[in-house]
Structure formats: C-alpha cells, structure tokens
C-alpha cells in the first residue's frame, strides 16, 4: 500500500521561503503520473495549489503564479513545493497528491498524504 510522506512545514515571517517534500512509499513500485499540491486554511475548501505531469508540464493556481514552483524526480519518487515571497494568507495545511498506475487490477489511483502545516506569520 503506497504512503505518501511530507515535510519542509513550519513557521515562516512574510516574505519568506519554505520547500516542502513529498516522498512516495510504495513496494509495488507504481510509476508516477502526475504530482499537485493542495492546501486547506481553517475553516476553507481544500484548493488546489500546483500540479506537474511526469511530462514536466506545470500548472499554478492564480494566487501562487510568480511566487511558487513545483517540481518532481520520479527516480526519488519525490516532489516539492518550493514557496517564496510568502504571505499570511498562505497559511494553512499542504497536501501532496500522487496520480500513480500500477500495472496490475489496481491501474490508475490516486494518493494522499496526511499534509504538512504552514504558518505565516506577519
């Protein structure tokens, strides 16, 4: 069963950078399709932040174009989240989604992680 691990959260002054990592678990070895953030704020929707397809396609949400890159390496089975120029209202928790395929009955799924917090402060 896959687990998907993330880290990099933590408390950041506005204006400043995190990365955040996420990194797929997984004996069955599935190959990774496409990689997204998403993040939820107290008491709002989870919205999606960025994705990357294992094509090296990106694409941001309108709040976070300028400021955030996404990028994967499949051979580590790992992607990130680099966030800079960050703001207060980038606070809330980030979770990483993997599309994978197996090439068994289960084919394409999706994975979640348990999220990483990000705080910023003013």
């Known amino acids: 069963q896959v687990h998907l691990e993330e880290s990099g959260g933590g408390l950041v002054q506005a204006g400043g950078s995190l990365r955040l990592s996420c990194v797929a678990f997984d004996r069955a070895s599935p190959s990774i399709v496409s990689m997204a953030w998403y993040r939820q704020a107290p008491g709002k929707q989870r919205e999606l932040v960025a994705t990357?397809?294992?094509?090296?396609?990106?694409n941001y949400a309108d709040f976070v174009k300028g400021r955030f890159t996404i990028s994967g390496d499949n051979t580590k089975n790992t992607n990130y989240l680099q966030m800079n120029s960050l703001k207060p209202e980038d606070t809330a928790r980030y979770y990483c989604?993997?599309?994978?395929?197996?090439?068994?009955?289960?084919?394409?799924?999706?994975?979640w992680g348990q999220g990483t917090l990000v705080t910023v402060s003013s």
């Open positions: 989604k993997m599309g994978l395929y197996y090439a068994d009955e289960r084919g394409y799924l999706d994975a």
């Open positions: 990357i397809t294992n094509n090296g396609d990106t």
